[in-house]
């Protein structure tokens, strides 16, 4: 699975959109770009996943740039709730079989009142 | 609809003692994965379970070892602990024939070693 590479903090003033950047450069063409977030003491939580196309959800939206070397996972309107580490990764998408997740050590996203 | 469940949320052992983390996975979910998360560090995969069979491993030492029961709850156990065995240890399940490859992961156990 290719390396993620984030900047270890952000900070975002609430009601702001948070845009959270992650390079993967050496991704394959048949790996899936997964964003997991971390609230403090809390298991990782799913976010979003996408290959190639920009994907949006309840949650957040990701945009995927054309040659897939990096992406920007986006929070369109912070909320204090959504301080968290945020982890990039890149994995092939073989559905339960091998589906083990490489973290790094992601962004920590701080949320300003 | 309960998530995954992890027991006991937080344990003390001593050096060279044993212990076993136990975790249900989320209703439908027939895969289990098992993550080390030390302090100020991503979650490190230790092993993943499916039909009650190991099958796949992280780097970790033999003193890591799992099983996972027909109702596909799983345990994790460590022996002769080290201090650097203290960690967050979490469960994550997920269902083998998903299109989405979505792990769910449950709160942890958080094991100090001293």
């Known amino acids: 699975d290719a390396k993620t590479t984030q900047p270890p903090s952000m900070d975002c003033a609430e009601g702001r959109a948070a845009n959270l950047p992650c390079n993967h450069s050496t991704i394959s063409g048949n790996e899936y770009v997964y964003w997991y977030r971390q609230i403090h003491s809390q298991g990782p939580q799913y976010i979003i996943h996408?290959?190639?196309n920009n994907e949006t959800n309840e949650m957040a939206s990701l945009i995927i740039t054309e040659d897939r070397k990096s992406s920007t996972l986006i929070l369109p309107h912070a909320t204090l709730r959504d301080t968290a580490v945020y982890y990039c990764?890149?994995?092939?998408?073989?559905?339960?079989?091998?589906?083990?997740?490489?973290f790094g050590t992601g962004t920590l996203l701080a949320v300003q009142p | 609809d309960a998530g995954v469940t992890q027991s006991p949320t937080h344990l003390i052992k001593t050096r060279g003692q044993q212990v076993t983390l136990r975790c249900s996975p989320k209703?439908?979910?027939?895969?289990v994965s098992w993550y080390q998360q030390a302090l100020g560090q991503g979650p490190q995969f230790i092993f993943q379970?499916?039909?009650?069979?190991?099958?796949q491993r992280g780097n970790f030492p033999d003193r890591f070892s799992g099983h996972q029961f027909p109702n596909y709850s799983s345990e994790l156990n460590v022996n002769a602990l080290l201090l650097g065995d203290s960690a967050l240890y979490l469960c994550?399940?997920?269902?083998?024939?998903?299109?989405?490859?979505?792990?769910?992961f449950g709160e942890g156990s958080r094991l100090t070693v001293l």
């Open positions: 990764i890149v994995r092939g998408n073989y559905g339960g079989a091998t589906n083990k997740l490489i």
């Open positions: 994550a399940s997920s269902r083998l024939r998903a299109s989405t490859g979505e792990l769910f």
């Open positions: 209703s439908g979910h027939d895969t």
């Open positions: 379970y499916y039909e009650e069979e190991e099958r």
């Open positions: 996408g290959l190639k």
